[in-house]
């Protein structure tokens, strides 16, 4: 079984630092790799291109609640420390598999159209506007907290009509809920934030709006249950993810002058940059938990029934199989089919929405701050703890 035997713990805070050079040499030893997770999970990485597009369309590979429970506590260290998630939100898009999965998602991209996301381009450009106003004039800002996070928690909130006053604690949330390190503090944020969504949606049941969750409620065809699960999957996965995108976008340009140059010479390269962007430091690293439901076999590891399957994302981005030269940023490179968006049935459905978040985020801010660059002490760049996503604590910068 050509696997390697090094003994890998993923998400400790040295691998977190590190991963690139880790899932490198991972990459160039094995095409699957059992490792640890911090918490005691055991599990299969896929670190290859070629593999982790095969792992993503092997429908035998299965993300239901039930079958991921137990397969979870069998491969854990300690069966006791298994994930809770209070029952109606873990029914969700990304927890389910085959024709369930197929009538919700259908659903959803039914309203989640490229023209309701193209209509959304003046209020993502105004409320980066407004985020930059408050930036200029100050000498050094933190531009993850000041903008990257809070431009796409106001865009998801303004996509499906959650009031101002309680955007602050959907940030808090669903920080606890991604962080997924004190699973008794995960319980009690998603029981909040289902509760809150419940009355959001009745709200919308009685006085619709023009928002998504309107839509949904409007469209018919999926239980209160699943308007929830949906409401609340949107809000996590959309806010985190795309905030991701613009800060370690930022910081990748400023890393590289010339690239940055390059940028700034022909606004025109952004969405391509963008693309670029998105595969040079994936904003969710790693893609949400799979059990093989039947024993499978990838890039040439037999992986047994019952045991868990990670893939990659940041890795295979970085397959210079793939992607020539991969450790080198090129924002005139042709990243087309970059999986940081996933791939087959759970393919992110909001790209669009974070492709034009990201479009408008980076180009504003680098017309608007000329002088922008890099304000961070020695240490200061670090990546924050998480198990799928890769994004920074914090990213200071001067404006100019
Ligand atoms: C740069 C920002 C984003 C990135 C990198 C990203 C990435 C991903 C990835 C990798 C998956 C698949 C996970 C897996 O297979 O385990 C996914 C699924 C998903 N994403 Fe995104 N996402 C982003 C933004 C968004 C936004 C803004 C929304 C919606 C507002 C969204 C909605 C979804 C949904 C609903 C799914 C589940 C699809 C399904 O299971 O069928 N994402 N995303």
């Known amino acids: 079984m050509p696997t390697s035997m090094r003994s890998v713990t993923l998400f400790t805070d040295e691998y977190l630092q590190n991963s690139h050079e880790v899932l490198a040499l991972l990459r160039a030893e094995g095409p699957v790799h ?12 896929v670190t290859r291109y070629d593999d982790a597009v095969a792992a993503l369309t092997d429908e035998r590979l299965l993300k239901n609640p039930e079958g991921l429970t137990a397969a979870i506590r069998d491969n854990l260290d300690d069966p006791d420390r298994g994930l809770t998630f209070s029952g109606d939100i873990a029914h969700h898009l990304l927890n389910s598999d085959g024709a369930e999965h197929a009538r919700v998602r259908g659903v959803l991209a039914g309203a989640f159209t490229g023209e309701r996301i193209e209509r959304m381009r003046p209020r993502i450009t105004a409320i980066a506007d407004e985020l930059l106003d408050a930036m200029a004039g100050k000498r050094r800002v933190d531009l993850v907290d000041e903008y990257a996070l809070l431009l796409p928690g106001s865009v998801l909130c303004e996509l499906l009509g959650v009031p101002h006053q309680d955007r602050d604690r959907f940030r808090t949330w669903s920080n606890i809920i991604l962080a997924a390190t004190d699973p008794d503090a995960i319980r009690d944020a998603s029981i909040a934030l289902a509760a809150f969504l419940v009355q959001l949606i009745r709200g919308k049941q009685v006085a619709p709006g023009e928002d998504l969750i ?7 065809g999926l239980t209160e249950a699943e308007l929830i699960s949906i409401a609340f999957l949107l809000l996590v996965v959309g806010h985190e993810t795309s905030g991701n995108l613009i800060a370690n976008g930022v910081l990748s340009l400023l890393r590289d002058p010339g690239q940055l140059a390059a940028l700034r010479a022909d606004p025109s390269l952004l969405p391509k940059a963008v693309e670029e962007l998105l595969r040079f430091e994936s904003p969710v ?14 890039g040439g590891v037999d992986i047994p029934r019952g045991e868990i399957v990670i893939v990659a994302l940041n890795s295979a981005n970085r397959d210079s199989a793939r992607f020539p030269d991969a450790d080198r940023l090129d924002l005139t490179r042709d990243a087309d089919g970059h999986l940081a968006f996933g791939h087959g049935v759970h393919r992110c459905l909001g790209a669009a929405l974070a492709r034009l978040t990201g479009v408008v985020a980076i180009g504003r801010l680098l017309d608007r701050f000329p002088g922008l660059r890099l304000d961070a002490r020695d240490g200061e760049i670090r990546w924050r703890r998480s198990t799928f996503m890769h994004g920074l604590h914090a990213l200071p910068v001067a404006p100019g």
């Open 285 to 298: 690293a790693m893609t949400t938990l799979r059990y093989a439901g039947e024993p499978v076999v990838i």
């Open 34 to 45: 059992r490792a640890r997770t911090a918490n005691g999970l055991h599990v299969w990485v």
């Open 214 to 220: 309107s839509e949904l409620v409007g469209a018919g």
